[in-house]
């Protein structure tokens, strides 16, 4: 049995696919994140008020998502982080 | 003269000392996991952040503001208040450390607005309110003590816990139940000294080596994980 995704597992996952694609339109991103649409609305509205993702539009109108700096950061961070909470049994 | 002798005799120097590094290693504990809490916004790293900087400020109202410099100079009527404080921010950074390990049964994820002013942490301050007005009433400390006792008791068992599951994946984890255990026997030893031993001067020495080992045991931990 595999053991439920935490919060911070779906937004790395979120954000790995982010990264892997460059940029990404909301439906794809939708079924790489596994989420129902409510759960997905949740985290990419997260991560666009934390600053991890933004959204850019491109001339035809079509909205993509991309990595900001902070994405990048947290995704190298992750690792630190699921350490420390682990070791520390946070 | 002996090294328990040595200490004894410039207590006030070495208490300030030993103070000073306390307030030190929680200054950079605090400072490390806010980045780490800030980037994950995870609530058992705010609330482990969070009984840090209880330490830190329980320790300088101690050892700092509460020594001969400031308190007994110019205002030794009020050293009561000092130890009220003091009292305040130890229960409640051992309550803070204690959620850290236990918020998932009580919080969802995405947890509470604000990590000092909840009601689960309401319940925690009346409580620490509560054991610092019987102490001062009672002119003890033993409230406190028994507090810290059963308290690390039930830290030292989730720990034990964390580290069994963890294996060879989470090599801080046993260092982490070192800590727990370190830091109840010097709860333990405190309330004996206070309680058998007329606060003997020697026993208080191996409380603070106890309480000293167990602040750099979690700098340890936090440097290596975040590698600083």
Not at chain 2, 22 to 32: E, L, N, Y
């Amino acid at each position: 049995m595999t053991r439920k995704r935490e919060r911070l597992d779906v937004i790395r996952d979120i954000l790995r696919s982010i990264q892997e694609n460059r940029k990404i339109k909301p439906t794809r991103l939708l079924y790489a994140s596994n989420l129902s649409p409510q759960m997905f609305k949740e985290y990419v509205d997260e991560l666009l008020n934390k600053k991890f993702v933004k959204i850019d539009i491109d001339p035809k109108g079509k909205k993509t998502f991309s990595l900001t700096t902070k994405g990048y950061e947290f995704l190298e961070e992750y690792k630190v982080i699921e350490n420390f909470i682990e070791n520390f049994g946070l | 003269m002996d090294v328990y002798s040595w200490i004894i005799s410039n207590k006030e120097i070495v208490k300030i000392f030993y103070a000073l590094i306390i307030v030190i290693v929680c200054t950079i504990i605090v400072f490390r996991t806010d980045k780490l809490f800030k980037l994950s916004l995870h609530n058992g790293i705010r609330y482990f952040r969070n009984a840090f900087f209880f330490y830190g400020i329980a320790f300088i109202f101690r050892y700092f503001i509460g020594s001969g410099f400031i308190v007994d100079l110019f205002y030794p009527e009020y050293y009561f208040a000092i130890n009220i404080l003091f009292e305040f921010f130890l229960i409640m950074a051992g309550f803070f450390l204690l959620y850290s390990l236990m918020w998932r049964r009580f919080e969802n994820e995405k947890g509470s607005f604000s990590s000092l002013f909840n009601v689960k942490i309401l319940v925690f301050y009346l409580m620490a309110i509560t054991l610092v007005l019987f102490d001062f009433f009672w002119a003890t400390s033993c409230f406190m003590f028994l507090s810290q006792i059963i308290l690390f008791f039930g830290a030292s068992i989730m720990s034990y816990i964390n580290y069994k599951k963890g294996g060879s994946q989470r090599k801080f984890s046993k260092f982490h139940f070192v800590a727990m255990i370190l830091v109840l026997f010097g709860w333990v030893l405190n309330f004996l000294a206070a309680l058998y031993f007329n606060w003997n001067p020697a026993v208080l020495i191996n409380v603070y080596i106890f309480n000293m080992i167990f602040f750099l045991i979690f700098l340890y931990g936090v440097a290596r994980i975040t590698r600083g």
